[in-house]
C-alpha cells in the first residue's frame, strides 16, 4: 500500500533551533494537510495545501512556522525558532482533492524542544 | 461552526465485548462522516466513512450509520479484540468556498480491550 512519508520520526533539540519536518505525500496526491496533535489540544489543522499552492495556513503561528512544497513529492514544516511549547506530534496528510475524500496520515514527526 | 463531540474515554473493555464509541455533530450544512483509528505511534487511518443521511460505513466488524435526525455516528462492533485497542477519531467534512472539504476532528476516544 502507499504511504505517506515522515521524516524524521524523532527530533529533539533546544530551544530557539531551526526545525525542519518533511513529508512526501502519496504518489498522485493533490491535497497535503499538516497537524498538531497534543494532549491538550488535540488534532490541530496548521496548514493546508492544494496542486502544490497553500490554501489555509490560519491554524499556523505565522511568526515562527512556514510550510511550503517546493515539488509534488515534498512538503516541509519549518519552525524557526523553536520554543518549548512547539513539542508535540507533528502530522502530515495527504489526499484527493474533492468531497469525500478521506486522508492519508503519515506516522508523525515526535518533536520535543528543551 | 463545525464541531464533533465524542465520549471520553478511556473505554475498557473484555474481549468479545459489544463496543459503543458515541459521536455526535454540529455542522452548518450537510457533512460526510469519518472515522478514523490511531494504533501507538502511529497516524491515523481511515476506518470508515458515510456520505449521506442513513448511509451505514462498515469495515473489520466495526459499523456506523449516519443519523442526520439525530445528528450522529455512533461507532460499534459486536465483538472487540485486545488487537482493536487504539485511539478513534470522529470527524466531519464539509465543503467550503473553492470547493475544499475542511475536516473537523472530535478528541479521540482511547479504547482497551483486555484479554
Known amino acids: 500500500d502507499a504511504r505517506v512519508t515522515q521524516t524524521p520520526r524523532h527530533k529533539v533539540t533546544e530551544m530557539g533551533q531551526e526545525v525542519t519536518m518533511r513529508c512526501q505525500p502519496i504518489?498522485?496526491?493533490?491535497?497535503v494537510f499538516w497537524y498538531r496533535q497534543t494532549m491538550m489540544q488535540g488534532l490541530e489543522l496548521l496548514a493546508y495545501f492544494r496542486n502544490r499552492a497553500p490554501l489555509d495556513d490560519s491554524g499556523m503561528p505565522k511568526d515562527r512556522f512556514s510550510a511550503e512544497m517546493p515539488d509534488a513529492t515534498l512538503a516541509t514544516l519549518k519552525i524557526q525558532p523553536s520554543e518549548p511549547r512547539d513539542s508535540a506530534v507533528y502530522f502530515c496528510a495527504s489526499g484527493l482533492w474533492g468531497e469525500n475524500q478521506p486522508q492519508h496520515f503519515g506516522d508523525g514527526t515526535r518533536l520535543s524542544i528543551l | 461552526g463545525n464541531s464533533v463531540t465524542q465520549m471520553e474515554g478511556p473505554v475498557t473493555l473484555s474481549e468479545e465485548a459489544f463496543l459503543t464509541i458515541n459521536c455526535t455533530y454540529t455542522a452548518t450544512g450537510y457533512p460526510s462522516l469519518f472515522w478514523y483509528v490511531q494504533y501507538p505511534g502511529e497516524g491515523l487511518q481511515l476506518l470508515l466513512k458515510?456520505?449521506?443521511?442513513?448511509d451505514k460505513g462498515s469495515n473489520k466488524g466495526f459499523e456506523a450509520t449516519y443519523r442526520k435526525e439525530t445528528t450522529s455516528f455512533h461507532l460499534e462492533k459486536g465483538s472487540v479484540q485486545v488487537s482493536d485497542s487504539a485511539v478513534y477519531f470522529c470527524?466531519?467534512?464539509?465543503?467550503?468556498?473553492?470547493?475544499?472539504?475542511?475536516?473537523?476532528f472530535g478528541t479521540g476516544t482511547k479504547l482497551q480491550v483486555i484479554p
Open positions: 470527524a466531519l467534512g464539509l465543503s467550503g468556498d473553492g470547493g475544499y472539504q475542511k475536516v473537523t
Open positions: 504518489l498522485g496526491h493533490n491535497t
Open positions: 458515510a456520505t449521506k443521511a442513513d
